[in-house]
Antibody, heavy 122, light 109 residues
């Protein structure tokens, strides 16, 4: 059974750095057909892709947020970590981690965590 | 950077009716297009990938079509549990990136 679970602070202050952890089970982060992304959703708004890490440790980031994001993984712990620097109230959102699956050249998110709401406020 | 647009923003449909949702990419994404359903307070659920392949456990009333820049999600006969927000998502090979559309809300007419 594949599961993903996000963990991290529920409240951060402006200018602080957010660190979120996604703990996965039911698959290996070294599986060549799998990867993990972080995706966020401000209240009442659309989904926004943030960052992705592939099984070979290659990373990709949203162009608009690249300077603030770092994604990494610890395969032995089955964890993917996202850090976002210089948090602002506009970063208030539910943050999801999701597993990507590759079928040929097609990539899609087949399993999602439940999400964690992060509020940025002083 | 590829931009995704969806139309309409809101679609009002009666139960049992057909719903047609559109998604457009600013440049060709071939068939690298997925559709998700999201209900309030829940994580998105994968419906369609590769533009037209239903995910495991998705009812046959959901179908996807299109390639290149124009895609469609069709719900043949809306059930009460289908009222939700639907997002399309593309994957671009280089540089590797994902983009979601702004969503279409399907509500009860």
């Amino acid at each position: 059974q594949v599961t993903l679970k996000e963990s991290g602070p529920v409240l951060v202050k402006p200018t602080e750095t957010l660190t979120l952890t996604c703990t996965v089970s039911g698959f290996s982060l070294s599986n060549a057909r799998m990867g993990v992304s972080w995706i966020r959703q401000p209240p009442g708004k659309a989904l926004e892709w943030l960052a992705h890490i592939f099984s070979n440790d290659e990373k990709s980031y949203s162009t608009s947020l690249k300077s603030r994001l770092t994604i990494s993984k610890d395969t032995s712990k089955s964890q993917v970590v996202l850090t976002m620097t210089n948090m602002d109230p506009v970063d208030t959102a539910t943050y999801y981690c999701a597993r990507s699956r590759r079928d040929g050249y097609v990539f899609y998110f087949d399993y999602w965590g439940q999400g964690t709401l992060v509020t940025v406020s002083s | 950077e590829i931009v995704m647009t969806q139309s309409p923003a809101t679609l009002s449909v009666s139960p049992g009716e057909r719903a047609t949702l559109s998604c457009r990419a600013s440049q060709s994404v071939s068939s690298n297009l997925a559709w998700y359903q999201q209900k309030p307070g829940q994580a998105p659920r994968l419906l369609i990938y590769g533009a037209s392949t239903r995910a495991t456990g998705i009812p046959a009333r959901f179908s996807g079509s299109g390639s290149g820049t124009e895609f469609t999600l069709t719900i043949s006969s809306l059930q009460s549990e289908d009222f939700a927000v639907y997002y399309c998502q593309q994957y671009n090979n280089w540089p590797p990136s994902f983009t979601f559309g702004p969503g279409t809300k399907v509500d009860i007419k």
